[in-house]
């Protein structure tokens, strides 16, 4: 659930950095400058008098400086008690730092409820980044007893106060109805746009896939302007719906050159079913010269990333010898791994790999498992494999009522094996269809 991501999100960011908030003294101003201009150095010489003094803003920064080693040693016990320093004084930005610390368990213990006790007094002290860290907190039930409505209130607090993960979520919760929010696409899309003007990629992205009335698809005309701006701002999903449309020309001229460009981007980013996308194209010159090694290539990027389907079509390349090394054991392995995912037809070719001993050690009783794994996802050679497994016996109690269960399947289908199938029954029950 995107809500609770988003809260792991808030709890793996690095600590908030300073900003000028109005400094209270013309030391402070000038190690403010001193920062931003990287000259650690001065920043740290400027603010520790004023926060040995007790001047909170200026332990507040301290505690920045030790958290990320700027100008000293990183010390995140050092960041921790100069964050304490400062929030005990109502400090909201040293609240929310202090929470991030305690759900890291960076230079202290790690505690949920600590942190989500000082999220809150960041909350209240009106810091948006602490509203919008205790909302999550109250919708996950991380560290304090879940409040969907409170959760709510406090992420429509930060996103009032314009922040935009917060109108993010928002919007999402609208969309999908979760957090005991009506579902209601236009305030959904009213959140999106609120955090897409700031640049959220994942909103802009949104906003191409939604309207008032029902869910888009990126087929739709109305969708292309804000998928395409989600794209160039370098949103993986957004440059992979953008490939999708140009290479099946979706509401622009088809044009495979730009399709694979968008690809491209989007894999590069990590993106593995644009890398799987690629591996296709290539494997079977999809208005391109074929190529086996580049599909190898992209599809072992995507299966890296546990993309079943790639995973499957390299162990088909492995065993092969298409684009890479004829290796078996390779071969079985990417199978494997694919049906280790529900892949019936690797599950199938798993089954024949055990059967064989090609690649892995032999071994009938794995062969029959994978073989009826796959049955049951509707592969029909796998159906007649694992019959004749149960048939005979091999790798698996002889069970003839349920080699005949699929005997029978196969015998009303059309697939190859039906008339091997209908002989195998008249063997079994004598009776000829």
Not at 145 to 150: L, S, V
Not at 283 to 302: I, L, M
Not at 306 to 335: R, T
Not at 398 to 419: F, G, M, V
Request: aromatic share 10%; net charge neutral; glycine share 12%.
């Amino acid at each position: 659930m995107i809500l609770l991501s988003r809260a792991l999100l808030v709890a793996l960011c690095l600590l908030a950095m300073p900003a000028d908030a109005g400094a209270a003294s013309k030391p402070l101003a000038a190690g403010v400058a001193a920062y931003e201009a990287q000259d650690y150095a001065k920043a740290l010489r400027l603010w520790r008098p004023l926060a040995e003094k007790g001047n909170a803003e200026a332990q507040y920064y301290l505690g920045v400086l030790y958290a990320h080693g700027e100008g000293v040693a990183t010390d995140a016990v050092a960041a921790v008690a100069w964050y304490r320093k400062a929030a005990g004084k109502g400090h909201g930005r040293a609240q929310f730092n202090l929470g991030i610390a305690y759900r890291n368990g960076q230079g202290v213990e790690k505690r949920e409820t600590e942190a989500a006790a000082w999220f809150k007094r960041s909350a209240e002290s009106g810091y948006a980044e602490g509203q919008y860290a205790y909302g999550l907190s109250l919708l996950g039930g991380a560290g304090v007893e879940r409040d969907e409505k409170g959760g709510v209130k406090w992420l429509r607090m930060a996103a009032e106060a314009g922040h935009a993960p917060a109108q993010f979520v928002l919007g999402e919760a609208y969309q999908t109805g979760q957090a005991g929010l009506v579902k209601d696409l236009r305030q959904a899309i009213r959140w999106y746009r609120l955090a897409a003007k700031q640049g959220d990629l994942e909103s802009i992205y949104r906003l191409g896939v939604l309207n008032p009335a029902r869910q888009r698809h990126p087929d739709d005309p109305a969708a292309a302007r804000w998928i395409q701006e989600a794209a160039e701002l370098g949103y993986a999903q957004a440059q992979y719906d953008l490939g999708f449309m140009y290479a099946n020309g979706r509401n622009v001229a088809k044009d495979m050159s730009r399709a694979l460009d968008w690809y491209r981007k989007a894999a590069e980013q990590g993106h593995a079913e644009a890398a799987y996308a690629l591996g296709y194209v290539f494997e079977n010159g999809v208005e391109v010269d074929k190529s086996y090694p580049d599909a190898a290539a992209w599809y072992e990027r995507a299966a890296a990333q546990g993309h079943a389907a790639a995973q499957a079509q390299l162990g088909l390349f492995y065993s092969g010898g298409l684009g890479v090394p004829l290796d078996m054991a390779k071969a079985a392995g990417w199978y494997e791994k694919a049906a280790e995912q529900g892949h019936s037809f690797a599950q199938y070719r798993v089954g024949g790999f055990y059967l064989s001993g090609q690649g892995v050690a032999r071994d009938e009783a794995k062969a029959a498992a994978w073989y009826c794994k796959a049955a049951e996802g509707g592969e029909h050679a796998a159906q007649f494999a694992c019959a004749e497994m149960l048939r005979n016996g091999r790798g698996v109690a002889r069970d003839i009522e349920a080699a005949l269960k699929w005997y029978r399947l196969l015998a009303k289908s059309t697939a190859p094996q039906a008339e091997q199938a209908k002989k195998a029954m008249a063997a079994l029950t004598g009776v000829s269809n």
